[in-house]
């Protein structure tokens, strides 16, 4: 199984029911292919670097999450059938991006 990170930005405009609601969708669809989710993160409603779809914001997750690559396809062409979904950017990590992540993951949790 190859390990990967989709960030992934929702429409500023959805509630926080709808966000959840979309969110959960793409986790139950990883799960049902045999993914593993590594971390989930929330980012929150952060402002865009340019206007996407004249939005000046959006809602920011990310899923690191082990899975086969062919499920990689399946999920981009749920994000572009989404209406939801703004922009996606899904990436193969390789060892020292994981030990990036983790790191990262562990410095979140002292954190809080």
Same mark, same amino acid.
């Given at each position: 199984?190859?390990?990967?990170?989709?960030?992934?930005?929702?429409?500023?405009?959805?509630?926080?029911?709808?966000?959840?609601?979309?969110?959960?969708k793409y986790v139950d669809f990883l799960d049902s292919?045999?993914?593993? @989710?590594?971390?989930?993160?929330?980012?929150? #409603?952060? &402002?865009? *670097?340019?206007?996407?779809?004249? !939005?000046?914001?959006?809602?920011?997750?990310?899923?690191?999450?082990?899975?086969?690559?062919?499920v990689i396809d399946q999920l981009e062409l749920l994000?572009?059938?989404?209406?939801? @979904?703004?922009?996606?950017?899904?990436?193969? #990590?390789? &060892?020292? *991006?994981?030990?990036?992540?983790? !790191?990262?993951?562990?410095?979140?949790?002292?954190?809080?």
């Open positions: 199984m190859n390990h990967y990170e989709t960030v992934f930005i929702l429409n500023p405009v959805l509630s926080d029911d709808q966000v959840k609601e979309t969110v959960k292919k045999g993914a593993k @989710m590594v971390n989930k993160e929330d980012w929150g #409603l952060k &402002k865009l *670097a340019y206007p996407i779809q004249h !939005k000046k914001s959006g809602f920011y997750h990310l899923f690191e999450y082990q899975v086969e690559g062919e994000f572009r059938r989404e209406e939801r @979904m703004m922009r996606y950017l899904t990436v193969s #990590l390789d &060892k020292h *991006a994981v030990a990036w992540a983790e !790191k990262r993951v562990k410095r979140n949790k002292e954190k809080a």
